[in-house]
């Protein structure tokens, strides 16, 4: 009879065995990128372009296609948006779910098919709030969230750029940055943006920058900065500092800039 019990029990495991599991919902993603380009009118225009361009053709390699296809879901979801100042923030491509080449081709058709436009001032604080609250709004389910901001000066509007980065971070968001330093100096920019970037911007675990410093890096930084964000890893040398350290730009120098230029 025990004889007899076990092999009843063997045999009912098998059978469960060739029975799938409950499939994964197709809300579950891997990882759920926002990424937030700055249009401010200190981008020159073949800047946006290029920087538009940079993102649509990353998303046409093959390697970005085999990186979504090794997470452990074998997809991620998008978003593509635009910011300038505190009241200036539009999404140009909404949540995508990319699981392969053809949805990438998608994504990346969308992100080229609206013409590049500027606007007035630069709000990073509020560039982030609106990633927050469109990750929040990203109706998937990621093992990780990411925040991808790209820029050419520090912040001079809206609240402190680091009240902004702590409450992204407090909600499991990593913010990881792409400084542009193409330009000298001038009234509104600052030599050291990718500092600025490292010590006030970016955020959260594994977060890293990858500083733009020559036209002809556009699609290789954009290229191995969304790789990177798609397997969760960083740089060999990122440029990381911790938010909770002390840290060594002065992150209000925007702010003190514009009310210098404007006499306050």
Not at 86 to 105: E, F, H, K, L, N
Not at 222 to 246: D, N, S, V, Y
Request: with cysteine; aromatic share 6%.
């Amino acid at each position: 009879m025990a004889r007899w019990g076990l092999r009843r029990w063997s045999l009912v495991a098998a059978i469960l065995a060739l029975v799938p599991g409950p499939a994964r919902a197709d809300t579950e993603v891997d990882l759920a990128l926002a990424i937030g380009v700055d249009i401010s009118y200190s981008m020159d225009l073949d800047e946006l372009a290029l920087q538009r361009q940079g993102f649509a053709d990353a998303f046409r390699a093959t390697a970005v296609h085999d990186a979504i296809r090794r997470g452990a879901i074998g997809r991620i979801a998008v978003a593509y948006y635009e910011w300038a100042g505190s009241w200036d923030q539009r999404v140009v491509v909404p949540w995508t779910v990319i699981d392969g080449p053809a949805s990438a081709q998608v994504f990346a058709e969308k992100v080229e098919a609206q013409p590049v436009r500027r606007a007035q001032r630069t709000s990073i604080s509020g560039a982030i709030d609106f990633g927050t609250k469109l990750i929040g709004e990203s109706g998937v389910e990621a093992t990780r969230k990411v925040m991808d901001i790209s820029g050419d000066g520090p912040n001079n509007q809206g609240r402190l750029v680091t009240l902004a980065r702590d409450d992204a971070l407090m909600k499991g968001i990593t913010i990881n940055g792409l400084p542009i330093l193409l330009k000298r100096p001038g009234y509104l920019d600052i030599p050291n943006l990718d500092e600025y970037y490292r010590d006030c911007v970016i955020g959260g675990q594994g977060a890293f920058m990858i500083p733009i410093r020559e036209r002809d890096q556009f699609p290789s930084a954009i290229k191995t900065k969304i790789l990177l964000e798609i397997a969760g890893r960083t740089p060999a040398e990122p440029l990381i500092k911790p938010a909770q350290a002390e840290a060594r730009a002065n992150c209000l120098i925007g702010e003190t800039q514009w009310r210098d230029r404007m006499g306050n």
